[in-house]
């Protein structure tokens, strides 16, 4: 089966300060590894072959404050993508708090490659909705990626990195977001984990332009999480947060998810058919 496995972390791992590196690494013996996908895409490749999996999707945020990412993490992504476009999905990220041309800069970074944009609100320290109150100019971000048919992941759950404020983490923002900006595709990373379930499930009903995208949830509690997935299997995307802590490798999540009771059918779309239609 073809997968597209729409959220990993390779990212500019050198940015990020001391204490968000010390959470980041956490765990992991294999830094060395990990660090090295960031330095050579063909390494990653190498590995998605490995794994099984024909594209991901590198997630990428501009979180100069919290996480260490500068707005050069734009360039960075996109270069790294290039190698080959077809299966590197470029993230691409505008902070409006530290830029006033927000309509400017989310069309720039389009037009440089960006296949997604990524709004973080516990990294990023605004609501997903601020732009209704403390950030007018969050607009644009939604309003340029509406327009241009790019989708957009947006964090919901919580976090744990020193900084992060997992109050900004509440699904049930984004459900403005979807009322103001009917067109915008947009996929709500992590199904709310580990406080937000029911919200995210309901905001996947009830707007036709709000996606289920369920990295960071283990496979095995995924149909705990999400009892009636089979219901939104149309609506779901598949992603899995590597290497975030307790995901092993991208197939180890596979081979999980393909144990569920779920029906053949609903795998196939999760896995695979459902990302063709938002990346061709
Ligand atoms: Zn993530």
Redesign the pocket.
Known sequence: MTVTDA?I?VQPFHMMPAAVAATFWKGKPNRAELENYAADPRALLAKMDADGIARVGL?NYVSPDVMGFTDEANPWMIRFASIEPSRLIAFGSVNPRFTNDVAGATERVIEAGAKALKVHPPHQLFRANAYQDSLPRLADLYRVAEDAGIPVTI?TGTSVFPGARSRFGDPMDVDDVAVDFPKLTILL??GGRPLWMDAAFFLVRRHPNVLLEV??IPPAKLLEYFPRLEEIADKTIWGT?WP?PGVKSMRANVDAFLGLSLSAEAKRRILHDNAAKLWQ
Do not use: P, T, Y
Request: proline share 0%; aromatic share 0%.
């Open positions: 959220h972390h997630i964090h990373a992590h990295s960071g947060d975030s």
